[in-house]
């Protein structure tokens, strides 16, 4: 059993050098990432750089793609991080819901995370998630996010108020400004407070996977994308003591996400039943 997949990967890595030429720069060698700052539980920053789910999952990409570092780029809007990857400006952006309209501009990895779109509510709210009880009420929502799609769709009488970036929608919430955010369900959770906050409603209006985005000519990044994240998977499964703690640090019992082990094992065991080889190893741990 693996003792640890980052390791392991970087042995592999290191077994298997890159054939460099002279001409190769030290820019094209790193891994160019966009990113939002604190969009737990994916990003967050941590000193002059940046920490989180997302940026775990980078470095399991940059080991397989055999990059020396990532290079993380800030993104300003949700469109500004795809155009980056669809112009070229970044190689990869983690952590992104999928769209069928993102699809014909971009190519997806397998997802290593399933998003629903929610709301986080005053627990004292009178709304309950239905669409009825949301009739006038302003809800406030990142603009150009999947989640304000399927917002403005399926509770058409309320009314949407857009914000830039996740940082701007939360701190307007966390003032007062808006009553009610809508979002993805692992950023809200990752933002809740039991004691103040809720999160309505129960069954979220929509599912989406979360993956990596990369552009359409970058085919060898695609399946470098693809092997870590589905190694990352299968290791989790499998009771990797490094693995499950890496995960289990932004998404699993103890993090503010709170999913159980059994949670996070039967989301990756079907999503790798539906994608990739999943392996027939017994996990001692439970």
């Known amino acids: 059993m693996r003792a640890s997949l980052a390791p392991a990967a970087a042995a592999f890595a290191l077994a298997a050098p890159l054939a460099l030429t002279p001409a190769a720069s030290a820019q094209s060698l790193n891994l160019k990432a966009v990113i939002f700052e604190e969009v737990k539980p ?6 002059g750089s940046f920490e989180g789910f997302g940026v775990d999952v980078l470095e399991q990409v940059r080991i397989q793609a055999r990059r020396r570092k990532v290079d993380y780029r800030v993104a300003s809007s949700v469109q500004d991080g795809v155009n980056a990857v669809i112009t070229g400006k970044a190689d990869i952006a983690c952590g992104v819901a999928f769209t069928w309209g993102r ?4 190519n997806y990895s397998i997802p290593f995370a399933i998003g629903g779109t929610r709301l986080l509510t005053a627990s004292d709210t009178t709304v309950d998630g239905t669409p009825d009880s949301l009739k006038g009420e302003t809800v406030g929502v990142v603009r150009d996010s999947a989640s304000a799609k399927v917002l403005k ?11 830039n970036t996740p940082a701007e929608a939360l701190a307007a919430f966390d003032s007062g400004d808006i009553p009610i955010l ?11 407070s039991p004691e103040t906050s809720a999160l309505l409603p129960f069954r979220p209006y929509g599912r989406a996977g979360v993956g990596c985005i990369v552009n359409q000519n970058d085919g060898k990044l695609l399946a470098a994308t693809n092997v870590a994240i589905g190694q990352m998977m ?4 499998d009771g990797d003591v490094g693995t499950r ?26 999503m790798l039943s539906v994608t990739a080889e999943i392996s027939t190893e017994i996990d001692p741990g439970g």
């Open 245 to 270: 703690e890496m995960v289990n640090r932004w998404i699993g019992p103890d993090s503010t996400v709170g999913l159980s082990q059994e949670a996070i094992k039967s989301l990756y065991g079907l």
């Open 103 to 106: 699809a014909t501009q971009l």
């Open 182 to 192: 809508g979002g993805g369900t692992l950023w809200l959770a990752a933002n809740s």
């Open 42 to 47: 994916l990003y967050q920053k941590s000193g």
């Open 153 to 163: 769709s399926v509770v058409p009488g309320a009314t949407f108020k857009p914000f």
């Open 234 to 237: 299968q290791a989790y499964m």
